[in-house]
């Protein structure tokens, strides 16, 4: 019996935005990777700036590095997110602090009238899981408790926190077993 490749085909994503509010902000890069299986697969990705049609503040350009002059020829978040969900396919999402980065992608998939059932796993709640003892899961922590290291230049990035969270997913899948938590579900 063979098992089809959606079963075990996962996309690990992160975006960075203009602020912390759904609907106040915007998204202004989109980055993505697959894993296949327990491998990532580095030659699969998919990235993308996006022109917010406002400007990003400075503490948001403080953060990410992300500047509006990056953004101004890059295409707008109607162009992108398709490409984006035609790149997912029927894939799982995997995310870290999966609510804060699914409630941009809800919106824009409302305002777009897009319908689509996505299933994510949330690494922030897998790291819970695996140290109950706890109290901090940030992806800094996360990767701290990993052994992930990574250039504090490129932390917040959207690539870079892929990369970061699809190694930590892989960890803490393999350390948590059968125990991992289930998948969130966002429908529309």
């Not at 990993?146 to 870079?160: E, I, K, N």
Request: glycine share 4%; charged share 25%.
């Amino acid at each position: 019996m063979q098992l089809s490749l959606g079963l075990d085909e996962h996309v690990v994503f992160d975006l960075e935005t203009t602020g912390l509010s759904a609907w106040g902000d915007e998204i202004i890069e989109i980055g993505a990777l697959k894993i296949l299986g327990n491998e990532i697969d580095e030659n699969n990705s998919f990235h993308s700036l996006v022109n917010p049609k406002r400007l990003i503040p400075p503490e948001a350009t403080a953060i990410s590095g992300i500047t509006n002059e990056m953004v101004k020829d890059a295409p707008p978040i109607d162009d992108v997110l398709p490409r984006f969900l035609e790149f997912v396919g029927d894939a799982y999402w995997v995310a870290h602090n999966a609510r804060f980065d699914m409630s941009f992608i809800m919106k824009h998939l409302m305002q777009m009238k897009l319908k689509r059932q996505i299933e994510v796993y949330d690494t922030m709640i897998f790291s819970r899981r695996a140290f109950p003892g706890e109290q901090r899961h940030n992806l800094d922590i996360l990767c701290e408790r990993l052994s992930l290291t990574f250039d504090p230049a490129t932390r917040h990035r959207s690539m870079t926190d892929v990369e970061l969270t699809a190694k930590a997913f892989i960890m803490l899948r393999e350390k948590l077993g059968d125990k991992i938590p289930a998948r969130e579900k966002y429908t529309l």
